[in-house]
C-alpha cells in the first residue's frame, strides 16, 4: 500500500513539474552500472554512472537569484542548459526505511565515507563548474563535474570584470606559473582567462611580507616587458602563449609574494551548480522516468533525502539554503535533512568570476554575509538583518539541520560570526529545526584518533598533528539526522561553547590565558582575523552573490571575534570532549603555525596541533611545564582505561557515539603503549 500511495505521490509531481516546466532533469544518461565491482562497494549495490541532463527557465524567479543567468545562451524553448556527471550507488536489497543521501562533493571528489550496512541509497554529483568537465578530483579520482555556459553580453560580446591570482613559495628557478597552481585558483583547474594577452592591461606585482591582516611591506612592480602571458617550461622567454600561465624574464625569488591583477572575461554561469543539485535529486525523489525512458530506481524505495557537506560542500549547502534552491517543483522540498561539516561560510559560487575553491585566506569570499541560522543584525557590516533560512521559512521548505563544527573552524574559518555574529556581544539562538554540536580540541575534519603520547609534524606546520577525531561522533549523528527525518525521534540536545555559559570569551582574552610551555610556541597570529571587505553596490552580501567592484577587494575594516574558553593545560571547556579528550594525554588545539616560507610565524590553513604531556613528574619539572604529566593524573594503566571507558559509555548514553566505536576506542586504549620513563607501564 505504501509503494502504490508513494508512486500516486510521485506522479502528482511529475505532472505539477511537467505543468510548471521551470526546471528539470530532461535525461539521464546511464555510462556504467556495475554491481559491488567497486574496491569498498559490497555486491548488495549496483554503482550507477551516468550524466544528467538538465535545463532551468531563467525567468523563474526560483533561478533567476543565479548570477548572470539573464545573460547565458539558451535553447529553442527559451531555457538554459547545463550537464552534470552523477555516481548512484544504489541497494539491491533498500531498507525499509532507505532514505536518499546526497553526499556533496568536494572540489569534485567524494570525501564522506557511505554506510553501505544502512541499505541507503547515496548520490553524488558535479555542481563546481570551473573544474574541468571530465577531469580529476584534487585526491586524484575521475571528478564530478559540471558544463555550464558562459555568460555575454547582449551584443554576444565579453563581458569583463577584475580578476587577481596570488604565489607564494615558488621553488628556485621557477620562470613559468600557472593560475591553477596559484593560492587563489589552487584546484581550480579552469581559472578566468585575461581578456587579452598584453601585458600592459595587467599588473604584476611583488611583496616582501604580508600579514594575516593585509599589511604588507616590500612592495614592487614588475616591468610589463619583463613578464608575459605565457608558458616558458621548455621555451626560453616569452615562451609560449598562454591564457592560464604567466612567464617570468628572470627566476622567481622564493622570499617573495608575485601577485597578479588583471582584466578577466567569459564569465561561466557557475551558479547553475544549486540549480543541478536541487533538480537531480528531486528527479530522483519523484519521477518514475527521463523523457527518454530511462527508469529511476530510486523513487519508489525512500522516505526522504538528506545532504551531507564537508567543508567547502558544508558551505555549499549553507549557500544552497540561504539562496532558496531547497524548494524544488511542486513547491516540494528536496531535502528534509541537511548535515553541515566543519563548514562557517557559504560558498563563493553564485559571484561573478568566483573562486568556490577558496578557503577564507586572506582576499578570499564566503564570510561577507549572513552565516547565522536565526535572524540577527549586522551592522558591523551594515547588512540587513537576516537569517540562512529566510527563503525556505517564507517557501517552508526549510530542511531539519545538523551543524557541526570543530576548534580549527574558530581558528582558521572565522566560525565565531556564526555564534555570535559580527558585534560578538551575545549568542544567536538556534531555530528549533537545528541542531548544534561542537567538537572541543580538533583539527579541521578531525585526527585519526589512538591514544599516544609521540606525535608527528604536520607538513610544514610547528606541532604534531592533533589525532583528537570527529569521525565517531559524526557517524552518530549522521544515524541521529535520519532518525529525526524517517521516524520523528528528536537527536542530541545540542553542545556548544556559549557566551552565556562563559565557554566562548574574546579571542585576545583566551589566546592569553594559553599555557606557558617551555619549548613550545605561544598561540600568536594563529587566529584569522574577520576581515570587512568594499564589495561595491552590486554586490549582495547576505547572498554572498553578485559582482564584486575590485579584485583584490579592499579591506575597510575587522569584527570581533570570539573563542571557547582553555582550561589550566590548554584544552577547551565547552563543546563535546571525544574520549580522546576525556582522558588527555596532552594539549589538543585548533591552531599550529607555518615553521618557513613566506608565511612563517603565521597560522597553518586548517591545522590543529598537539602538545604531549610528560611521562613523569620529574621529567615535568626538568622541563618546567606548568601542566600535570601523566603520572601525575593516572594512578594506573587501569585508571587510565577506566578514564576512557567512563568517556566513551557517557557518549553513548548521549546518542553521540555508537556503541562499535566506543568498544573500538576503550581496546584502543586498552592496548596503549604509554610508558613511565623507565619504559614500565604505572
Request: aromatic share 8%; with cysteine; net charge negative.
Amino acid at each position: 500500500m505504501w509503494e502504490s500511495k508513494r508512486r500516486c505521490v510521485s506522479a502528482l509531481l511529475l505532472a505539477l513539474a511537467t505543468l510548471t516546466a521551470q526546471a528539470r532533469i530532461v535525461r539521464i544518461a546511464v555510462t556504467s552500472d556495475l554491481q559491488g565491482a567497486i574496491a569498498g562497494v559490497p555486491e548488495t549495490y549496483h554503482v550507477i554512472k551516468g550524466l544528467a541532463y538538465g535545463e532551468i527557465n531563467p525567468n523563474d524567479p526560483r533561478n533567476s537569484i543565479i548570477q548572470d543567468i539573464a545573460l547565458a545562451p539558451r535553447n529553442s524553448g527559451g531555457n538554459v542548459e547545463y550537464i552534470a556527471t552523477f555516481t548512484l550507488y544504489a541497494p539491491i536489497h533498500p531498507s525499509a526505511k532507505a532514505v536518499l543521501i546526497y553526499a556533496v562533493v568536494n572540489r569534485g571528489g567524494d570525501q564522506l565515507p557511505r554506510e553501505y550496512a544502512s541499505g541507503d541509497f547515496y548520490l553524488l554529483s558535479g555542481w563546481q563548474g570551473d573544474i574541468r568537465f571530465g577531469g580529476a578530483s584534487g585526491n586524484g579520482s575521475k571528478a564530478e563535474t559540471i558544463k555550464v555556459p558562459i555568460a555575454r553580453n547582449t551584443d554576444g560580446s565579453s563581458i569583463t570584470g577584475p580578476a587577481f591570482a596570488r604565489f607564494i613559495d615558488l621553488p628556485p628557478g621557477t620562470r613559468s606559473l600557472s593560475l591553477a597552481r596559484s593560492l587563489t585558483y589552487s584546484g581550480n583547474d579552469l581559472p578566468p582567462a585575461p581578456f587579452d594577452l598584453d601585458t600592459r592591461h595587467a599588473r604584476l606585482f611583488t611583496k616582501k611580507y604580508e600579514d594575516i591582516d593585509g599589511t604588507e611591506a616590500g612592495v614592487g612592480e614588475i616591468s610589463s616587458s619583463d613578464w608575459s602571458w605565457g608558458n616558458c617550461d621548455s621555451v626560453s622567454f616569452p615562451g609560449t602563449p598562454d591564457t592560464a600561465r604567466i612567464c617570468l624574464r628572470q627566476d622567481a625569488d622564493p622570499a617573495l609574494m608575485y601577485e597578479l591583477h588583471y582584466t578577466a572575461k567569459d564569465p561561466l554561469v557557475l551558479g547553475l551548480g544549486f540549480a543541478a543539485v536541487r533538480d537531480l535529486n528531486d528527479f530522483f525523489l519523484t519521477s518514475a522516468t527521463d523523457s527518454h525512458g530511462f527508469s529511476n530506481p530510486v523513487v519508489d524505495h525512500v522516505w526522504a533525502a538528506m545532504a551531507i557537506g564537508f567543508s567547502q560542500s558544508g558551505n555549499f549547502l549553507r549557500s544552497f539554503i540561504n539562496l532558496g534552491f531547497n524548494e524544488g517543483a511542486g513547491r516540494r522540498m528536496v531535502f528534509a535533512g541537511v548535515m553541515v561539516y566543519v563548514s562557517s561560510r557559504q560558498v563563493p559560487l553564485n559571484v561573478r568570476f568566483g573562486v568556490p575553491g577558496g578557503t577564507t585566506m586572506l582576499y578570499e569570499l564566503g564570510t561577507d554575509g549572513v552565516n547565522w541560522w536565526a535572524p540577527a543584525p549586522d551592522v558591523r557590516r551594515h547588512n540587513a538583518i537576516s537569517s540562512q533560512l529566510e527563503r525556505c521559512t517564507a517557501s517552508h521548505t526549510c530542511p531539519r539541520i545538523v551543524d557541526l563544527l570543530g576548534s580549527t573552524e574558530f581558528y582558521s574559518l572565522r566560525a565565531s560570526m556564526g555564534y555570535v555574529g559580527t558585534s560578538a556581544i551575545a549568542d544567536i539562538p538556534l531555530p528549533r529545526n537545528v541542531r548544534r554540536y561542537y567538537f572541543a580540541g580538533t583539527t579541521h575534519g578531525g585526527g585519526s584518533g589512538g591514544f599516544s603520547l609521540s606525535g608527528s609534524p604536520l607538513g610544514n606546520c610547528m606541532l604534531a598533528a592533533n589525532p583528537n577525531p570527529e569521525e565517531p561522533t559524526r557517524r552518530a549523528l549522521i544515524l541521529a539526522l535520519k532518525q529525526w527525518i524517517v521516524d520523528g525521534t528528536s537527536p542530541p540536545e545540542s553542545v556548544y561553547p556559549t557566551l552565556g555559559a562563559g565557554t566562548l570569551a574574546p579571542a585576545a582574552q583566551v589566546l592569553t590565558s594559553f599555557p606557558r610551555i617551555p619549548g613550545e610556541p605561544v598561540p600568536h597570529d594563529v587566529l584569522n582575523p574577520h576581515l570587512v571587505y568594499g564589495l561595491g553596490a552590486a554586490f549582495r552580501a547576505n547572498d554572498v552573490s553578485g559582482i564584486p567592484v575590485d579584485e583584490p577587494p579592499p579591506i575597510i575594516g575587522a569584527t570581533p571575534s570570539l573563542l571557547p574558553t582553555l582550561d589550566a593545560d590548554g584544552n577547551e571547556v565547552g563543546g563535546i570532549h571525544s574520549p580522546l579528550q576525556g582522558a588527555p594525554l596532552g594539549t589538543y588545539v585548533g591552531w599550529n603555525m607555518v615553521v618557513s616560507g613566506f608565511r612563517k610565524g603565521q597560522f597553518c590553513p586548517l591545522a590543529g596541533g598537539y602538545i604531549p604531556f610528560a611521562d613523569t613528574e620529574a621529567e615535568r619539572k626538568a622541563a618546567q611545564d606548568p601542566r600535570p604529566s601523566i603520572e601525575e593524573r593516572y594512578s594506573s594503566h587501569e585508571d587510565y582505561v577506566n578514564r576512557v571507558r567512563s568517556a566513551a559509555q557517557q557518549m553513548v548514553a548521549k546518542r553521540l557515539l555508537l556503541q562499535d566505536d566506543a568498544a573500538k576506542m576503550i581496546q584502543q586504549a586498552e592496548d596503549s603503549s604509554i610508558r613511565s620513563s623507565s619504559g614500565e607501564r604505572w
